[in-house]
């Protein structure tokens, strides 16, 4: 049974995010690659955040949250723009990806993707907050890939 995995071909797990996803260059989302979705999934969802920027932002700072990906999809394109997903607004509050942007030093960003049971019933704009409470009892399976990016 294959378990659900999230790579990306612009760089590998622990590893440094190439500058031109950043937000203050190309702010384009990296390639991503889905696999072992597992049976039973009707949606996918993907939140991108900095855990690192509690303390220079005061809160966890929020990339790119986006819900109701079809199960199916196996690649999420660089620069991806959605048609069927829905995305939501960031913490630069603005709807879509925003790339990393550190402050102070290296940060580590999780890409962290859920495999749902549901489809989900939020509007466009909607907040990492209000996705994490759609999918409470909702999450068949997750997983997560994380890169660092340096100012």
């Known amino acids: 049974m294959a378990s659900l995995q999230l790579t990306s071909s612009a760089f590998a797990s622990g590893e440094r995010i190439p500058d031109e996803y950043g ?11 889905v696999s072992g979705v597992p049976d039973g999934t009707a949606s996918l969802a993907l939140v991108v955040d900095d855990p690192d920027a509690v303390e220079p932002a005061g809160k966890v700072w929020d990339h790119w949250i986006v819900w109701n990906v079809g199960p199916e999809t196996t690649d999420i394109p660089e620069d ?7 995305e939501g607004e960031n913490s630069y509050g603005e709807r879509g990806y925003g790339g990393p942007n550190p402050p102070d030093r290296e940060h580590t960003y999780r890409f962290r993707l859920y495999a749902l049971d549901a489809d989900l019933d939020l509007a466009a704009g ?22 660092t990016y340096a100012p």
């Open 23 to 33: 937000y203050r260059t190309r702010n384009v989302n990296p390639p991503l690659s």
């Open 126 to 147: 909607a907040t990492k907050a209000d996705l994490e409470r759609a999918i409470e009892g909702h999450v068949v399976e997750e997983t997560v890939l994380e890169g």
């Open 80 to 86: 991806w723009t959605p048609t069927e997903a829905v």
